[in-house]
């Protein structure tokens, strides 16, 4: 048996085939704000009162993509770019342009959470990062307890930074340590010592105390089960409140999976990685982490907003090159396009868009100069492909699904007993012990978890059956 895991960037599923759509350029007046003035705008404020009567429709999380890295790792396939001579102040507008675009075209009114993620976000200008958050600020409700995320890799150069991230409005930082064994950290490309992550979590964890995420990949080349659980005893001892746990994925294309194919590395098999997972399960579980979502772990109340807004099915802005999205635009004048059919379309009646940013860094700033925005895939939902994506994000988390988030997207009100109950299929994972179901919702077993990637297609074809059958 074997688990699932998802890679450090959370990569939203493009799971239909999305017709491209190219705007015509449009005014974008609402733009013309400068950072220099940012102490006169007002930041907009909502009572918790306010905050807790607004629709899902209204809010959404962030996301901004920093594309740029010092280098490539071995195992990674992520949009990133080497780039030695970064244009930051080009980047910095057209980040700030497109999230401004963005926030008007959603029509939220508040922003519960930013992720910065890469690429590497903390090769940016910390003046960058603010900008951005200043944007949001000055659009919508962004609360002082809103979570604001940056990526970060443990170089001593990238930690001597962290002081001017917290200043720019950074409050909890990812830390991609990925190994603490020097010899492995070297197959996998990356540009950091053992001894530099351990001083960059130490030194984290004094400026951003039980909001600092530490990131190891395991199922690395050569690794075995003892040197596993050393190296999760070892960071135990410094880390803070959360961990995530992720298995190394050869992907075709990366220089790992071309050393592999030509016998320079040998990767654990399976049933190795099976045991390393459900070990660091309970190795943790016995530290007090709890295992919140399949690959992410946290004691005292330090899960990330930011993910579980992704995994409860929340809408999502992505801004920034490659950048995926789910968000209902509200804005009429997004509708300003030519040749897009009324089926394919309809502003009148808008419904939730799964998006895609151009990929590469210089089309994505032409464009976002050119149109204030550099969306170049937008695809309708129905709510059937709303609900397989809630499905496969939602039984990735201890929570599972509940049937109260079900409802605001199902079809007629239909609950997830009417779709699943029925189902011989179901009927027989619930006999198994490995999903369960109640009037709260639905969620996988312990057991369930370790054989999810087998659960996930047979639900996802008992919800299909039954949208055909409407």
């Given at each position: 048996?074997?688990?699932?895991?998802l890679?450090?960037?959370?990569?939203?599923?493009?799971?239909?085939?999305?017709q491209?759509?190219?705007?015509?350029?449009?005014?974008?007046?609402?733009?013309?704000?400068?950072?220099?003035?940012?102490?006169?705008r007002?930041?907009?404020?909502?009572s918790?009162?306010?905050?807790?009567q607004?629709?899902?429709?209204?809010?959404?999380?962030l996301?901004v993509?920093?594309?740029?890295c010092?280098?490539r790792?071995?195992?990674?396939?992520?949009?990133?770019?080497?780039?030695?001579?970064t244009?930051?102040?080009r980047m910095?507008?057209?980040?700030?342009?497109e999230?401004?675009?963005?926030?008007?075209?959603?029509?939220?009114?508040r922003?519960?959470?930013?992720?910065?993620?890469?690429?590497?976000?903390?090769?940016?200008?910390?003046?960058?990062?603010?900008?951005?958050?200043?944007?949001?600020a000055?659009l919508?409700?962004?609360g002082?307890?809103?979570?604001?995320?940056?990526?970060?890799?443990?170089?001593?150069?990238?930690?001597?930074?962290m002081?001017?991230?917290?200043?720019?409005?950074?409050?909890?930082?990812?830390?991609?340590?990925?190994?603490?064994?020097?010899?492995?950290?070297?197959?996998?490309?990356r540009?950091?010592?053992?001894?530099?992550?351990?001083?960059?979590?130490?030194e984290?964890?004094q400026?951003?105390?039980?909001?600092?995420?530490?990131?190891?990949?395991?199922?690395r080349?050569?690794?075995?089960?003892?040197?596993?659980?050393?190296?999760l005893?070892?960071?135990?001892?410094?880390?803070?409140?959360h961990l995530?746990l992720?298995?190394?994925?050869?992907?075709?294309?990366?220089?790992?999976?071309?050393?592999n194919?030509?016998?320079?590395?040998?990767?654990?098999?399976?049933?190795?990685?099976?045991?390393?997972?459900?070990g660091?399960?309970?190795m943790?579980?016995?530290?007090?982490?709890?295992?919140?979502?399949?690959?992410?772990?946290?004691?005292?109340?330090?899960?990330?907003?930011?993910?579980?807004?992704?995994?409860?099915?929340?809408?999502?802005?992505?801004?920034?090159?490659?950048?995926?999205?789910?968000?209902?635009?509200?804005?009429?004048?997004?509708?300003?396009?030519?040749?897009v059919?009324?089926?394919?379309?309809?502003?009148?009646?808008?419904?939730?868009?799964a998006r895609?940013?151009?990929?590469?860094?210089?089309?994505?700033?032409w464009?976002v100069?050119?149109?204030?925005?550099g969306?170049?895939?937008?695809?309708?939902?129905?709510?059937?492909?709303?609900?397989?994506?809630?499905l496969?994000?939602?039984?990735?988390?201890q929570?599972?699904?509940?049937?109260?988030?079900?409802?605001?997207?199902?079809?007629?009100?239909?609950?997830?007993?009417?779709?699943?109950?029925?189902?011989?299929?179901?009927?027989?994972?619930?006999?198994?012990?490995?999903?369960?179901?109640?009037?709260?919702?639905?969620?996988?077993?312990?057991?369930?978890?370790?054989?999810?990637?087998?659960i996930?297609?047979?639900?996802?074809?008992?919800?299909?059956?039954?949208?055909?059958?409407?």
């Open positions: 048996m074997t688990c699932i895991f890679p450090r960037c959370l990569r939203a599923w493009n799971l239909f085939s999305p491209t759509l190219v705007p015509t350029p449009t005014s974008f007046s609402f733009l013309h704000h400068s950072s220099k003035n940012t102490a006169t007002r930041q907009h404020q909502l918790q009162f306010e905050v807790k607004l629709p899902w429709q209204q809010e959404a999380t996301y993509h920093w594309p740029f010092q280098r790792c071995t195992y990674c396939n992520f949009n990133k770019y080497i780039d030695r001579n244009d930051h102040e910095r507008n057209c980040l700030v342009t999230t401004a675009t963005l926030l008007k075209l959603s029509g939220v009114k922003i519960k959470s930013i992720f910065f993620g890469g690429g590497t976000p903390s090769l940016a200008l910390p003046s960058t990062l603010h900008d951005v958050i200043d944007t949001v000055g919508t409700a962004l002082d307890d809103a979570e604001v995320t940056m990526e970060a890799n443990p170089t001593s150069i990238e930690t001597s930074k002081k001017d991230f917290k200043s720019a409005g950074i409050n909890r930082i990812s830390l991609g340590v990925q190994a603490l064994n020097d010899a492995d950290l070297h197959v996998l490309g540009d950091h010592a053992t001894d530099e992550s351990i001083q960059c979590i130490k984290a964890i400026l951003f105390p039980g909001h600092v995420s530490a990131d190891l990949i395991f199922g080349p050569g690794q075995t089960q003892l040197s596993w659980q050393q190296e005893r070892d960071m135990l001892e410094i880390c803070d409140n995530s992720y298995q190394l994925t050869l992907e075709r294309g990366t220089a790992l999976f071309k050393m194919e030509q016998g320079k590395v040998s990767m654990p098999d399976a049933d190795l990685m099976a045991e390393m997972y459900e660091a399960v309970d943790l579980h016995d530290a007090g982490f709890v295992r919140y979502e399949v690959s992410n772990f946290a004691r005292n109340g330090a899960e990330s907003k930011h993910n579980k807004s992704y995994w409860n099915g929340d809408q999502y802005i992505g801004v920034g090159p490659g950048a995926h999205g789910r968000f209902i635009p509200q804005n009429i004048d997004e509708c300003d396009y030519r040749n059919r009324t089926h394919e379309l309809n502003c009148l009646h808008p419904q939730r868009e895609i940013q151009t990929l590469e860094p210089n089309p994505w700033m464009e100069e050119h149109r204030g925005h969306t170049r895939k937008r695809t309708p939902q129905s709510q059937e492909d709303i609900l397989l994506e809630l496969m994000s939602g039984l990735r988390t929570q599972g699904i509940l049937e109260s988030r079900w409802k605001e997207f199902a079809i007629r009100s239909s609950t997830l007993e009417d779709v699943f109950k029925e189902s011989d299929v179901v009927k027989t994972l619930i006999k198994e012990g490995l999903l369960d179901m109640d009037n709260i919702g639905m969620r996988v077993s312990k057991r369930g978890t370790s054989v999810l990637d087998s996930l297609p047979e639900l996802m074809n008992v919800l299909s059956s039954y949208y055909k059958q409407q």
